[in-house]
């Protein structure tokens, strides 16, 4: 029975072996090379066990259909594991091809940083409660804060729509963050702000895809919040 022991041992290391090969693969055929790898040695080790056990106390049959039974789960699972890595490369192609359609469409995307020019900042806030009274803070790397406060007699729950004209409020072009402030008491209040979007970079690490936005900078692409932009702004709501 000590024979049966040590396959097992033997054969537990090589799955790990094997798990570690199919984590770093890249293409499906280097991990079939290695699920292939994996059944040879396998049944390698399952002769020599039959070989070498001690006739006088052979190893129970029931014991060695255990074991092919196993190694038949493992190397569906390693089939599973293989159509599932090829499936998400091709979800990683498509889902760049389609941002790279992107550039030039109008979106609207999460973010707590401006990129201030000539142009008005439009967008959006989501309040929790309803309240009296909000400010939107842009404070530059400084600390130089600009308070502006929006116009209206109530505000939420729900969506508030902004327009921003920087040249309002004395407020240069620039890199910029921005936070909301309520009577309330909210805090971390979600910002949109809309913008074009102009490229689309694609990280050499293989890290989540980044748009260019403008008005806003790079956010990853998972910060989008709407495509298109509302050309609808409430009056109340305007700054």
């Known amino acids: 029975m000590s024979s049966a022991v040590s396959l097992n041992a033997s054969y537990a290391g090589t799955e790990t072996s094997s798990s570690v090969s199919t984590a770093t693969a ?30 006088t106390d052979p190893t ?32 990683s192609n498509l889902q760049v091809m389609a941002l790279g359609k992107m550039v030039g469409d109008p979106i609207m ?34 600390g130089n804060d600009y308070d502006i406060p929006l116009t209206g007699s109530s505000f939420g729950p729900g969506s508030v729509s902004f327009s921003i004209d920087p040249a309002d409020y004395g ?21 949109e702000v809309a913008g074009v979007v102009t490229d689309v970079r694609i990280p050499l690490d293989g890290g989540t895809p980044l748009l260019n936005v403008s008005g806003v900078g790079e956010v990853p ?10 050309d609808d702004t409430p009056a109340q709501n305007v700054v």
Do not use: K, W
């Not at 692409?221 to 509302?230: K, L, Y």
């Open 26 to 55: 890249t293409t499906p055929t280097t991990t079939t090379t290695t699920s292939t790898s994996m059944a040879d040695t396998f049944l390698t080790l399952l002769v020599a066990e039959i070989q070498n056990q001690d006739p």
């Open 221 to 230: 692409f998972t910060m989008i919040s709407q495509f298109g932009v509302p």
């Open 109 to 142: 995307v999460q973010t707590t940083t401006l990129e201030v020019d000539d142009g008005a900042i439009q967008g959006r806030i989501d309040l929790d409660d309803a309240c009296t009274q909000v400010d939107i803070h842009i404070t530059d790397a400084a």
């Open 171 to 191: 407020i240069p072009p620039g890199d910029y963050s921005v936070s909301v402030v309520t009577d309330t008491g909210e805090e971390e209040v979600p910002v």
């Open 60 to 91: 129970d049959p029931t014991e060695y259909v255990t074991q092919l039974s196993s190694m038949a789960q493992v190397a569906m699972a390693e089939e599973v594991a293989t159509e599932m890595n090829t499936n998400a490369i091709l979800m």
